[in-house]
């Protein structure tokens, strides 16, 4: 496979479950990205990760727990969610994460939360 | 911070129409400007980027020219297609120590045929 993937494509769960959401980017890429798009609302950003290593968190609650296990996968660990987190969840990579690098996204996971 | 402005959507023309979708932003320093593109059920796609004043960036038939005077890159399409509806977004990324673009809200744009 090529570019960025991203699985489950479609996810619902209920607020006392445990999921993760998984993103494999195929590009030799050096930074991955988590972001939330929720209906009429910009894209958030949640979690940057250069390296493997997390160098941003955007103040995202701690039922949204990210692992980033080497530069080539990222997961998202979500437990009692609230149904306001349903949203797509969309994975992102580039080559660094100055910012000046074009990010690739995958086609995002659509998470709802009954 | 940084911060961009797209015009609100929807935008409805008809086949062949010309088109424009208004960006302005607010940054520090020297930022580099991008356009993605969203179609229905999908991720967002890199449509064009410009990193400098007057750069212009192009991708199939869309144009968008890096305005520092005005803060601007508006992006235009002399005939839109049917297949060019879809959201687009305005993003910006500079020297702000955020190591992320910062995008805009989006512009729905749909095409009758």
């Known amino acids: 496979e090529t570019g960025v993937t991203q699985t489950p494509r479609h996810l619902v769960m209920g607020m006392t479950n445990k999921k993760s959401l998984k993103c494999e980017q195929h590009?030799?890429?050096?930074?991955m990205y988590w972001y939330k798009q929720s209906a009429k609302k910009p894209l958030e950003l949640m979690f940057v990760y250069s390296l493997e290593e997390r160098v941003e968190n955007n103040s995202v609650p701690s039922r949204f727990s990210p692992e980033c296990p080497n530069s080539s996968h990222l997961f998202l660990h979500l437990h009692t969610l609230q149904p306001e987190d349903s949203a797509l969840y969309l994975c992102a990579s580039s080559q660094g994460s100055s910012g000046f690098y074009e990010q690739y996204f995958g086609p995002g996971t659509r998470l709802t939360v009954t | 911070g940084n911060s961009v402005t797209q015009m609100e959507g929807p935008v409805t023309l008809s086949e062949e129409a010309f088109l424009t979708i208004n960006c302005t932003y607010t940054?520090?320093?020297?930022?580099?400007l991008f356009w993605y593109v969203q179609y229905p059920g999908e991720g967002l796609q890199l449509l064009l980027k410009?990193?400098?004043?007057?750069d212009k960036g192009s991708n199939k038939g869309f144009e968008a020219t890096y305005r520092k005077e005005t803060t601007s890159f508006h992006l235009e399409k002399g005939s839109v297609q049917v297949s060019d509806s879809a959201v687009y977004f305005c993003?910006?990324?500079?020297?702000?120590?955020?190591?992320?673009?910062?995008f805009g809200s989006g512009t729905r744009l749909q095409v009758q045929p």
């Open positions: 410009a990193t400098k004043a007057d």
């Open positions: 993003a910006l990324s500079g020297y702000t120590g955020r190591r992320a673009l910062t």
């Open positions: 940054a520090t320093g020297y930022p580099s």
């Open positions: 590009l030799g890429h050096n930074a």
